[in-house]
């Protein structure tokens, strides 16, 4: 491998090698080859920031990668110019990260001064909408994603906050943090006018400090949804 690398000259080390667009370093990742991986980031010519038919980056492959070596991902964080890069969908490698639960690449992340945690996708969701959703996420880092200078309000295109996701997966850890953000709006109302008093509602084992204080912080307990 490191033969045939020292061979290759800057064009055909980022060459697309299959339909999808990918370079050699993109497959490798998608693949999880560890050492060819860590050979092609030797390659003084490799371009990590090279994005791929679905606007991938090496760094949004990399935060896929559940189990990835860390010292493998702060190398390809390292060599990325572009950390908020987004792709189709309009996904950060945050937003991937959290997706694909790779507590690695969140942590790494996180570090980054320059990450934005209020990107939007596609949908109009934020990671933090994306963290509020995992049930089970590490709470240290569903914390750290709350340090960073959070649109806690935030609504997707159906209306949604974090809030509203974090009590329909039913996270109390999530509601606990989220309620603790002296600028959450528990009155947010989403598309079917329904606020976070709607779905605490339907909450069969909500925890009873959890449900005080949405009823504490609601100013309308009388908000009607679309149904009435």
């Excluded at 299959?18 to 490798?28: F, I, K, M, P």
């Excluded at 996904?91 to 997706?99: E, R, S």
């Excluded at 109009?124 to 590490?138: D, R």
Aim: glycine letters at 2%; proline letters at 2%; aromatic letters at 6%.
């Amino acid at each position: 491998m490191k033969k045939i690398l020292a061979r290759t000259n800057s064009e055909n080390v980022n060459k697309h090698i299959n339909r999808y667009g990918d370079s050699a370093l993109h497959y490798a990742i998608t693949n999880q080859s560890k050492t060819v991986v860590e050979e092609l980031l030797k390659h003084k010519d490799v371009d990590v920031n090279r994005k791929n038919k679905r606007n991938c980056t090496s760094l949004h492959l990399a935060s896929k990668w559940k189990e990835i070596p860390v010292d493998l991902f702060k190398k390809i964080l390292k060599k990325s110019t572009y950390v908020n890069a987004q792709d189709e969908d309009g996904n950060t490698a945050l937003h991937v990260a959290v997706l694909n639960e790779s507590t690695t690449a969140i942590k790494e992340l996180l570090k980054r001064t320059d990450v934005d945690v209020n990107v939007r996708c596609i949908d109009n969701q934020t990671a933090l909408h994306f963290a509020a959703k995992w049930t089970h996420m590490p709470i240290h880092y569903f914390k750290e994603i709350l340090k960073k200078p959070t649109d806690v309000n935030a609504q997707d295109q159906d209306g949604q906050t974090a809030l509203h996701y974090a009590i329909l997966e039913n996270s109390k850890t999530a509601v606990e943090e989220l309620l603790k953000h002296k600028e959450l709006d528990v009155n947010l109302k989403n598309r079917d006018s329904s606020t976070a008093l709607h779905f605490a509602s339907m909450w069969e084992d909500i925890p009873i400090d959890l449900c005080r204080i949405i009823l504490e912080k609601s100013t309308d307990v009388n908000a009607q949804d679309e149904d009435g």
